[in-house]
């Protein structure tokens, strides 16, 4: 069973890819596949059509009795033959149809004789064969030749150099005009399926032409104003070049946008573009590199000259830390190759002067990782922070969201942005989707509160998961929830309760889910430790009433220890070791996650003694979960006994039920949403 923070922030499904026909969606300019096939078998046609016209010695012969063919010699219409041993073949002047129409009906009627051999079906054709009968035919020769017969050596199937060129050749060099069509087209339309196959040194960028794609602007952005504000100035440069640049200052060539997934760093690019009225190319780092040493640099050069074709105009560099990591410090392989794209970007940033309205925009969540030289003065010297929104700015994100969703009255922006925080702007979108489609699946006219409430829980716990639980493990599931939920009520300082569920969701056998009714940014130690103990308090309460352990509390353990180590290593919280910083600073941009090429700064006598106080962190937490829960046990029985009724129990029933007031308060409240499961 899971127990889940807010930070990091649940992904959505596809976090940046809009979906089509989203402010922001690439133009589809590419050619659909179905469109490639089709044009594929039109040039097949064509080359068999071809070969039939110009070549028909190609078809197949009919095979004539020899009777037929002395007729056909008598009438005229043999042109030529060839022998070959008794097999006589040869071509008609006219085409013949064989067998004649009517037998064939004959034939078809005899077909329902039992043991009758299917007949051939008749067709007309140009060419022959028939076989020499045993016994020899004297004055053949003369015969052919009184009716003009050509007799040659060479079978007329046998096709002049052309012919045997085109046939042997014919379809493979349709194929290759077709591609070289295909890439030609493509290539006119910047990138594509042709750059794939033969530009492998091109550009795959996308450019987004704010006439063609609909134009965004800084209107679509919102609750990020800091970051918007910083651009504006970007915007007033891209529309008039000259004016910056008049009194022999240097515009920015680059900026940096910095912040997690998701937070709209890719919107805020566009929306300068789109400001500014100038074209917008696009490339995500990671395509830049591929198997082929050098390609990357390649594409790099091609994607600045496509901009500087069309300047003014922003070139976007999407994660950019994957090829920016400092040089030198690579993983295997590849490095050399990153190492030649990295320094073919700084090649053209140094290249190109500011005077020629050109801005490269790039975004990373891993500032930290980069190369110093993509940061000196001259490249990408600005930084902008672009931050997850605060309650205020998750109001007016979904506000741009909702605008084409109609909404029923219950409906409201601030009470969800309120219930939402650390969500970013796309985990904004997705849940105004996902809340539009639940109510439209629902039939309703609008979106209502609860379909979005419903559509959070979806995307912050997880979809329901239909798995067939034992009764066993069902009793087990509701006692260790009960065991969060109780604690989350009487610890002091411990997030309001609001839901808890033995409904399998995403990971989690049940869940309970807690979140405070602020964003916190500042953290006090005693609701650091009342965290800790709530996470216990689902593995407690096992103990408490089966007196045994099952592997359900994993997930609580993971993230118990995980906020107890940092409390040590990192924010000075143990007596013992006091205020050192023992584990290096976690990038805000990671999700936590250690810094690239972090080392332990301290000795192993230092490290055993952070194992013990993390131990100790753990030890007092788990025993204060045990007195609490002790005391609490009348009400533990009874929530595990109405959730094995109800199954899923809001903040209001669990009060009800248990007959507990919400938890009291700390001095001063502190963090995000949780959800232990
Ligand atoms: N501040 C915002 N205002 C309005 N919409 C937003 C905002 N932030 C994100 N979105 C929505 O989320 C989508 C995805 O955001 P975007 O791709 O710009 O994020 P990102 O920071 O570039 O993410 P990543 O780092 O994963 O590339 C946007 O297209 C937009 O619809
Ligand atoms: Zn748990």
Same mark, same amino acid.
């Given at each position: 069973m ?14 940046n ?69 008794e ?19 004959e ?6 004789l ?19 009968p ?14 003009r ?21 014919g ?9 070289f ?35 965004v ?62 074209p917008?190319?696009?490339? !995500?780092? %990671? =395509? ?5 040493? @050098?390609?990357?640099? +390649?594409?790099v /050069?091609? *994607?600045f000259?496509? $901009?500087?074709?069309h ?10 830390d ?65 931050n997850?929104?605060?309650k ?19 409906? !409201?922006? %601030? =009470?969800l942005?309120?219930?939402?925080? @650390?969500?970013?702007? +796309?985990?904004? /979108?997705? *849940?105004?989707?996902? $809340? ?11 979106v ?21 639980l ?29 839901r ?21 940014y500042?953290y ?6 009342a965290?800790i ?9 096992? =103990?408490?009433?089966?007196?045994t352990r099952t ?13 107890a ?12 070791l ?40 753990i ?13 609490h ?45």
């Amino acid at each position: 069973m899971k127990r889940k923070d807010f930070p990091p922030a649940p992904k959505p499904a596809t976090p940046n890819k809009p979906w089509p026909g989203a402010p922001g969606a690439p133009p589809q300019d590419q050619l659909p596949p179905r469109k490639v096939w089709l044009m594929f078998a039109i040039a097949l046609l064509v080359n068999y059509l071809v070969m039939k016209t110009y070549f028909p010695g190609a078809d197949t012969p009919v095979t004539i009795p020899y009777t037929v063919f002395k007729q056909e010699v008598a009438k005229g219409n043999v042109k030529s033959i060839y022998s070959q041993g008794e097999i006589l073949e040869g071509s008609f002047a006219s085409p013949l149809t064989w067998p004649p129409p009517s037998q064939g009906r004959e034939d078809a009627a005899a077909r329902v004789l039992p043991g009758a051999p299917p007949p051939a079906p008749s067709r007309s054709a140009r060419v022959f064969k028939t076989t020499l009968p045993a016994f020899v035919d004297p004055g053949l020769e003369q015969f052919l030749i009184g009716h003009r017969v050509e007799i040659s050596a060479e079978s007329p199937q046998a096709r002049g150099a052309l012919g045997t060129l085109l046939f042997g050749f014919g379809p493979a060099l349709l194929l290759i005009g077709f591609y070289f069509w295909l890439y030609r087209r493509a290539a006119q339309q910047g990138g594509g399926l042709g750059g794939s196959l033969f530009g492998i040194g091109q550009s795959k960028a996308r450019r987004y032409d704010q006439e063609r794609a609909e134009r965004v602007t800084f209107d679509d952005v919102a609750g990020i104003d800091e970051a918007k504000n910083e651009l504006v100035e970007i915007v007033d440069f891209l529309k008039d070049p000259g004016k910056y640049t008049r009194l022999g200052g240097a515009a920015p060539k680059g900026v940096l946008l910095i912040g997690s997934p998701g937070t709209g760093k890719t919107l805020l690019a566009k929306a300068v573009a789109g400001e500014a009225g100038v074209p917008f190319f696009s490339m !995500s780092a %990671a =395509e830049f590199v591929e198997m082929i040493v @050098g390609v990357g640099a +390649a594409r790099v /050069r091609d *994607l600045f000259r496509q $901009a500087r074709e069309h300047a003014p105009a922003i070139i976007f560099i999407d994660e950019l830390d994957s090829i920016g990591r400092a040089r030198g410090q690579l993983a295997l392989g590849g490095a050399s190759e990153q190492e030649q794209t990295l320094n073919q970007i700084l090649t053209e940033m140094d290249g190109f002067s500011s005077r020629e309205g050109i801005i490269v925009l790039a975004a990373t969540n891993q500032p930290d990782v980069l190369d110093k030289a993509l940061l000196r003065p001259g490249r990408f010297d600005r930084r902008v922070v672009v931050n997850l929104p605060d309650k205020n700015g998750r109001e007016a994100i979904l506000g741009v969201h909702v605008r084409k969703v109609p909404l029923a009255k219950d409906a !409201s922006l %601030a =009470e969800l942005a309120a219930a939402t925080p @650390g969500l970013s702007g +796309a985990d904004l /979108r997705n *849940l105004v989707n996902e $809340a539009a489609l639940l109510a439209a699946r629902r039939e309703q006219a609008g979106v209502r509160q609860k379909d979005f409430m419903d559509a959070l829980e979806k995307i912050v716990l997880g979809p329901e998961r239909p798995i067939l639980l034992s009764e066993a493990d069902r009793e087990r599931i509701a006692c260790h929830e009960s065991g969060h939920a109780i604690l989350g009520l009487v610890v002091a300082g411990a997030d309001p309760v609001h839901r808890v569920t033995i409904v399998p969701r995403g990971q989690a056998l049940g869940v309970t889910y807690q979140r405070p009714q602020t964003d916190r940014y500042n953290y006090p130690e005693a609701y650091l430790r009342a965290r800790i103990v709530g996470m216990l308090g689902g593995r407690v309460a096992e =103990e408490l009433v089966y007196g045994t352990r099952t592997t359900g509390a994993e997930n609580d353990i993971e993230q118990a220890t995980e906020l107890a180590r940092n409390m040590v290593t990192r924010w000075g919280m143990s007596d013992e070791l006091g205020m050192v910083q023992l584990a290096p600073r976690q990038s805000p941009y990671l999700g936590g996650r250690l810094a690239f090429g972090a080392d332990r700064p301290f000795s192993d006598e230092t490290a055993r003694r952070v194992d013990l106080a993390v131990q100790g962190i753990i030890g007092d937490c788990h025993a204060e979960a045990t007195r609490l829960l002790r005391l609490h046990r009348r009400e533990l029985d009874a929530l595990a006994r109405a959730l094995l009724a109800r199954e899923t129990l809001d903040e209001k029933e669990i009060l009800s039920v248990t007959g507990l007031p919400p938890a009291p308060a700390l001095e001063a409240r502190p963090l995000p949403a949780q959800a232990a499961s």
